[in-house]
């Protein structure tokens, strides 16, 4: 699994992790937050873009994302939910990484595709029980621009 960083390019999950740690201890008296969200572009197959948000707020930001293409899945209901289930797995092995370097305060947030308005607004209950049950902050749309802004740039 490698992640595309627009400055530094293909990294290894362990290099994309050293490189957020740097950036946060790079100023450590600001707050951070994490942010990661997925979404996905229906073609011939589906590609899925789940994308890391290292947030320093006030100051900017960075991010890296990866991608995953799989067969071509119609349902939007299975999508959204391929969607979630990619982000918590993400969300997962960074806290994991965080908690192991003492930075087990550091909020992690999932942002997911879904909103009140449109198709997915029947999906919100589901999938932010999904994110909340495994223990992280879940935002829909509007405030879900982890997944309507940023994965969703690099899905097209």
Known sequence: MYFVSPTKGKL???QMMADIMAYITGLPSSAYKIIIG???QVKQETCFITAVIVHRLGKGARYYYRKKIQRKIK???QKIFYETALSLELGG???RH???CGLDDLQVEIHIDVGAQGETRDLIREVVGM???SGFQARIKPEAYGA???ADKHTK
Request: charged share 20%; aromatic share 10%; glycine share 4%.
């Open 131 to 133: 994110v909340t049950g």
């Open 98 to 100: 965080f908690a192991e």
């Open 75 to 77: 349902s939007l209901r």
């Open 148 to 150: 309507s802004s940023v």
């Open 93 to 95: 092995l960074i806290a």
């Open 38 to 40: 997925s979404d996905s």
């Open 12 to 14: 290894t999950f362990e």
